[in-house]
């Protein structure tokens, strides 16, 4: 893979999350990088992207966290999986990084968002930098797949002011079929974030074959309907965007057959979140 690497060190903001990023950390000790997960004063970053207008309200800032517990066959970042292909920073770092961007965060109505990869693999470096941004005055949000959700208190939650949750797909076979993980723990951070009323925005991602059944979709939306907390649900069409991602890694991609869904699938999508009396964009 030499030839993906970047012959200079790498800025830490990057274009946009596509850019594909390996092998930024991999002279970091082993040791070093057990020490950083349990201090939480190193994370490992695929980079920073400024002026996102679709992770969270307003303007945003985003952090993306290498390292991902899952297997998603869509993932389209699937070099944030392993957590030494980031960059690592110090807490320090990325919040001075943050912080360039303070003041226009707040005119601009907008935030700052964790996102990966997923960010709570790295959960003590999160609540730090999420404690950081909340310093400043910053709306943070987090967007997760919430599988180590148990890895934080309640009062560490309370640093965030959105959760957007990834909905994969309700039935367990097909989530671990989809993901290589149980959807249980998922489901269970989004009830606990109903009992602390914890505004989430769902994310959910059709693909044409694999998350389009109705009825499974249905289940999806009635469950997210019955928490009470659910502000938005965005059904994100599935894309080929990340797909030479997992060429130029030597990866196995099983879509690439996979077309995006027509407009028309797009919108009886929506039609079934929606008919749970759901928020749908
Ligand atoms: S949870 Fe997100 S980052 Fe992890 S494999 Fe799935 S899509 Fe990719």
Not at 80 to 105: C, I
Not at 184 to 197: E, H, K, S
């Amino acid at each position: 893979m030499s030839d993906q690497r970047s012959p200079v060190a790498p800025s830490l903001t990057a274009k946009d999350p596509f850019e594909l990023r390996v092998s930024l950390g991999e002279q970091v000790p082993e040791q070093t990088v057990q020490e950083a997960l349990v201090s939480g004063d190193m994370g490992f970053l695929h980079s920073f992207t400024t002026g996102s207008a679709v992770d969270g309200p307003g303007l945003r800032v985003v952090a993306w966290t290498t390292g991902c517990m899952w297997r998603c066959r869509y993932c389209h970042n699937p070099d944030t999986w392993p957590l030494k292909n980031g960059f690592p920073v110090s807490v320090r770092q990325a919040a001075d990084e943050l912080r360039k961007y303070r003041q226009g965060l707040k005119v601009m109505k907008g935030g700052f968002t964790l996102s990966g990869g997923e960010p709570l693999l790295q959960h003590r470096f999160a609540v730090k930098l999420l404690a950081e941004a909340k310093a400043m005055g910053i709306h943070t949000t987090i967007e997760t797949n919430g599988f180590f959700s148990d890895r934080l208190s309640d009062a560490e939650l309370d640093l965030i002011d959105l959760v957007m949750l990834g909905l994969k797909t309700w039935d367990p076979a097909r989530h671990e079929d989809l993901t290589g993980q149980d959807n249980a723990p998922t489901l269970a951070f989004a009830r606990r974030l109903a009992a602390r009323r914890k505004p989430v925005w769902i994310r959910f991602v059709l693909v044409p074959g694999l998350t389009d059944d109705p009825g499974d979709m249905a289940q999806s939306a009635a469950f997210a309907a019955s928490l009470g907390n659910v502000e938005r649900v965005e059904v994100l069409p599935f894309h080929q965007m990340g797909r030479y991602k997992w060429e130029r890694l030597g990866m196995k991609y099983t879509l690439q057959d996979t077309q995006p869904p027509a407009p028309a699938a797009v919108e009886q999508a929506c039609a079934v979140w929606r008919a749970a009396g759901l928020n749908v964009v």
